[in-house]
């Protein structure tokens, strides 16, 4: 055989050889298009719900107020999420949302039975000291004015002025157990508390003031002070 026909033949087999392994590299390359979402209850009643993404319910049990579901991993994209009641499949409120790639969102059902209304969120859990706890503030109930969140007995306030629907960026706070007071911005008024709370290092958290301040009946919750962890 001649040289340069035997070269022509290493060549080919060199081209296809790379060609194999660049294929089975690529099969065990890992997708960077997953998007991360949890969906939480804290519309202000007594009602509990079932929750629908594309058509399939992702809670084990029926969420209560302040219950959530912790992140399910999809494709990113856009989905229908859709909320029942727990022992119904048709729709109290449905929603279109957008997941971003390689990122974690939360969802949270909002508003009173009749009128129920959604935020969207996306969660940053990075960590920039592992003996830090971190928490963010939402004002999520409907009738409130602008609140503060303060630690009890202290003078400066960890987040102000955030009127419903407002959220804050997660702040770094020392791991440990708290009395957390929301008060009104405009007056100073304590209007909910969170007693003994403890948040461990390293943990993300959602402090939601929540609750109706002028509840209808019975079956609407008054303003409260809950602490959710992100999980």
Same mark, same amino acid.
Do not use: W
């Given at each position: 055989?001649?040289?340069?026909?035997?070269?022509?033949?290493?060549?080919?087999?060199?081209?296809?050889?790379?060609?194999?392994?660049?294929?089975?590299?690529?099969?065990?390359?890992?997708?960077?298009?997953?998007?991360?979402?949890?969906?939480?209850?804290?519309?202000?009643?007594?009602?509990?719900?079932?929750?629908?993404?594309?058509?399939?319910?992702?809670?084990?049990?029926?969420?209560?107020?302040?219950?959530?579901?912790?992140?399910?991993?999809?494709?990113?994209?856009?989905?229908?999420?859709?909320?029942?009641? +727990?022992?119904? @499949?048709?729709? &109290?409120?449905? =929603? !279109?949302?957008? /997941?971003?790639?390689? +990122?974690?969102? @939360?969802?949270? &059902?909002?508003? =009173? !039975?009749?009128? /129920?209304?959604?935020? +969207?969120?996306?969660?940053?859990?990075?960590?920039?000291?592992?003996?830090?706890?971190?928490?963010?503030?939402?004002?999520?109930?409907?009738?409130?004015?602008?609140?503060?969140?303060?630690?009890?007995?202290?003078?400066?306030?960890?987040?102000?002025?955030?009127?419903?629907?407002?959220?804050?960026?997660?702040?770094?706070?020392?791991?440990?157990?708290?009395?957390?007071?929301?008060?009104?911005?405009?007056?100073?008024?304590?209007?909910?508390?969170?007693?003994?709370?403890?948040?461990?290092?390293?943990?993300?958290?959602?402090?939601?003031?929540?609750?109706?301040?002028?509840?209808?009946?019975?079956?609407?919750?008054?303003?409260?002070?809950?602490?959710?962890?992100?999980?």
């Amino acid at each position: 055989m001649k040289k340069s026909t035997l070269k022509s033949f290493k060549f080919l087999a060199l081209i296809l050889t790379c060609f194999i392994a660049i294929s089975a590299c690529k099969k065990d390359e890992v997708s960077t298009t997953i998007s991360y979402l949890r969906t939480v209850n804290a519309s202000p009643t007594l009602a509990t719900y079932n929750v629908y993404l594309n058509g399939s319910v992702i809670n084990s049990a029926a969420l209560p107020y302040a219950g959530s579901v912790a992140y399910t991993a999809r494709e990113a994209g856009s989905y229908s999420l859709k909320f029942t009641t +727990a022992s119904s @499949s048709e729709s &109290l409120f449905t =929603k !279109s949302v957008t /997941l971003s790639p390689n +990122a974690y969102q @939360s969802f949270y &059902l909002i508003n =009173k !039975s009749g009128s /129920l209304d959604g935020l +969207a969120l996306t969660d940053d859990l990075s960590i920039s000291a592992t003996d830090k706890a971190y928490i963010r503030f939402i004002n999520l109930s409907p009738d409130a004015p602008a609140m503060d969140l303060i630690k009890n007995g202290t003078t400066t306030a960890l987040f102000t002025n955030k009127a419903y629907k407002a959220a804050t960026a997660f702040t770094q706070v020392d791991a440990g157990s708290y009395v957390l007071d929301a008060k009104e911005t405009a007056s100073g008024t304590v209007k909910a508390s969170l007693t003994g709370f403890t948040f461990i290092a390293g943990y993300h958290y959602d402090i939601i003031y929540g609750g109706l301040v002028t509840p209808a009946d019975d079956s609407q919750r008054p303003v409260n002070l809950q602490a959710v962890l992100i999980k």
